[in-house]
C-alpha cells in the first residue's frame, strides 16, 4: 500500500467518523429537546427492537417488564409471561410519540408540581418510565404527568364535570431546562401494576365426559359421568333417594370452559390461602384430557386460590378404515395430524401453567364446586295442615229454641 493509498484511507475515516459524530449529536439534541415542534418525536429516534426492559414507576410502586429468550415476562410475578400485545404496543406508541403542543421550559417547581411532572413528591407523582437495553443501560426515560381531559358536551347522568382522558403532559426525565410536552397519547394503562400486564392465556377443559369433586367434607363430595356429549349424566353411587335435577347440573360441564385470572401469587403460604386442605375438581375429557384442580379460599375473601395439573392421552397415530380408500388415505392423514399438533400445542401450553397459584373470582368456579345436595332434587313435602281432614258442618236443626220464631205468611187478599 503506497502513501497516496493510506491517505485516502485516512481522509474516508475522518469523514465517515465526523458523519457518525455528527448524527449521534443530532440524535441526542433530538432526544432532549421536548420543547419542540409541533409533530416532533419526544423522545427522538432510536431502535424499538433494542429494547429489552420496560420499567415503570410511580411513587413507591414499581414494574420490571424483560425480554428473555425472546418473550416478555412480568419480574415481580416470577417471571410469569407478559401480555406480548400490551407490551408491543406501549413501546410502539413511546417511540412514534409526537407533540402536539409545547411547553417552553424552564419549568419551576410549581409548575412541574402544576403539571404533576414531579416524580419525587408524594402528591400526584409523575410515572418514571425507563427503556433499557438487554445489558440494562437507559436509551431512553420519560415522565408523564397530568391527563389533559376532553370537555364534556353534556353532563354526566353519574355526576362530575371532567370529560374523557385525551392527552397527557409528558417530559424528558431530568430535563425541566427544556420544557414539557402535551401529546395525544394518554397512556392510561401505563401504571406500575403487576397484574395487569400478565398474560391471561389460561388452561380450557372442553368436552367433558366426567367430573368429580371433593370437599374436605366427604358427605358434599360427588361425581358425574356420561357415556358421550350427547347422553344424561349420570351421578356415581347414587343412593335410591337421590335424583339429579338436570337444572342445577347444566352449567356443570362449561363451568371451565372459559376460565380467567386475576393475579398469580408468588411464594403463596399454601396453609393462609386454603390450599392445605383444598377442594379438588378433576374432570375428564373425551379428547383424552385430564385436569386436576385445587382450589382453598383465603379467610372471608370472595376469591378463589388454585393450582391446575394437566395431562392427556390421545392417539399419535391414526388407524386406518377396514374400507378406507387410498384416495382418501392423504386426506384423512393430514386432518388427524393438525388435530394431533393441535392437542400437543394445547398440552404444552396448559403444562406451562402447573406449579403456579392463580387467583381467581367468585364466579370462576362457583357453577362446579357445588356441595352433593345441591345437584338433587328436593321433594315437594306434603302440607298436613292443607291435607287434613275438614270437619264437616255441623246438621242444622230445623227447630233452634235460640233463634226467635219465624212468623206464618199473611193469608192472601182475594180479588174482588
Do not use: C
Request: no cysteine; charged share 30%; glycine share 6%.
Amino acid at each position: 500500500m503506497n502513501r497516496k493509498q493510506l491517505t485516502l484511507i485516512l481522509v474516508a475515516f475522518v469523514v465517515l467518523g465526523g458523519l457518525g459524530l455528527w448524527l449521534r449529536n443530532r440524535d441526542v439534541a433530538s432526544y432532549k429537546t421536548t420543547s419542540g415542534q409541533m409533530g416532533q418525536k419526544v423522545l427522538g429516534d432510536f431502535d424499538v427492537n433494542a429494547v429489552a426492559r420496560l420499567v415503570i414507576k410511580q411513587g413507591t410502586n414499581a414494574l420490571d417488564l424483560a425480554k428473555k429468550d425472546d418473550r416478555w415476562v412480568v419480574t415481580e410475578r416470577a417471571d410469569y409471561p407478559a401480555n406480548f400485545t400490551e407490551v408491543g404496543e406501549a413501546l410502539r406508541k413511546l417511540w412514534d410519540l409526537k407533540i402536539a403542543q409545547s411547553v417552553p421550559g424552564p419549568l419551576a417547581a410549581s409548575a412541574l408540581e402544576r403539571l404533576e411532572l414531579n416524580p419525587d413528591t408524594t402528591n400526584h407523582p409523575a410515572t418514571l418510565v425507563e427503556l433499557q437495553d438487554k445489558d440494562g443501560k437507559v436509551l431512553r426515560s420519560l415522565l408523564l404527568g397530568k391527563q389533559s381531559r376532553s370537555q364534556p358536551t353534556a353532563p354526566s347522568q353519574f355526576g362530575g364535570e371532567e370529560g374523557f382522558p385525551d392527552g397527557r403532559y409528558v417530559m424528558v426525565a431530568g430535563q425541566a431546562a427544556n420544557g414539557a410536552s402535551l401529546v395525544s397519547e394518554s397512556f392510561s394503562s401505563l401504571e406500575p401494576k403487576p397484574e395487569s400486564w400478565l398474560s391471561k392465556d389460561f388452561f380450557k377443559v372442553e368436552k367433558v365426559k366426567s367430573v368429580a369433586v371433593t370437599f374436605p367434607e366427604a358427605t358434599n363430595s360427588w361425581k358425574l359421568a356420561r357415556a358421550s356429549e350427547t347422553n344424561e349424566w349420570v351421578l356415581a353411587d347414587a343412593k335410591p333417594d337421590e335424583k339429579l335435577d338436570s337444572s342445577k347440573i347444566s352449567g356443570i360441564p362449561t363451568a371451565l370452559s372459559y376460565p380467567s385470572f386475576e393475579d398469580v401469587v408468588v411464594n403463596p403460604n399454601l396453609a393462609e390461602l386454603g390450599l392445605d386442605n383444598p377442594t379438588v375438581a378433576e374432570l375428564e375429557t373425551t379428547d383424552g384430557f385430564t385436569y386436576t384442580i385445587k382450589a382453598g379460599k383465603k379467610g372471608t375473601e370472595d376469591n378463589y386460590y388454585l393450582t391446575v395439573a394437566v395431562s392427556a392421552d390421545f392417539p399419535k397415530e391414526r388407524v386406518a378404515g377396514k374400507d378406507e380408500k387410498p384416495e382418501d388415505k392423504a386426506k384423512l392423514d393430514k386432518e388427524f395430524k393438525e388435530k394431533t399438533d393441535k392437542l400437543e400445542e394445547k398440552l404444552k401450553a396448559e403444562k406451562a401453567l402447573e406449579g403456579r397459584v392463580f387467583k381467581v373470582s367468585k364466579w370462576t368456579l362457583d357453577s362446579l364446586l357445588k356441595h352433593r345436595g345441591d345437584l338433587l332434587k328436593v321433594e315437594e313435602k306434603k302440607d298436613e295442615k292443607k291435607d287434613a281432614a275438614v270437619p264437616a258442618p255441623a246438621p242444622v236443626n230445623p227447630v233452634d229454641a235460640t233463634l226467635p220464631p219465624v212468623p206464618p205468611p199473611a193469608p192472601e187478599k182475594k180479588s174482588e
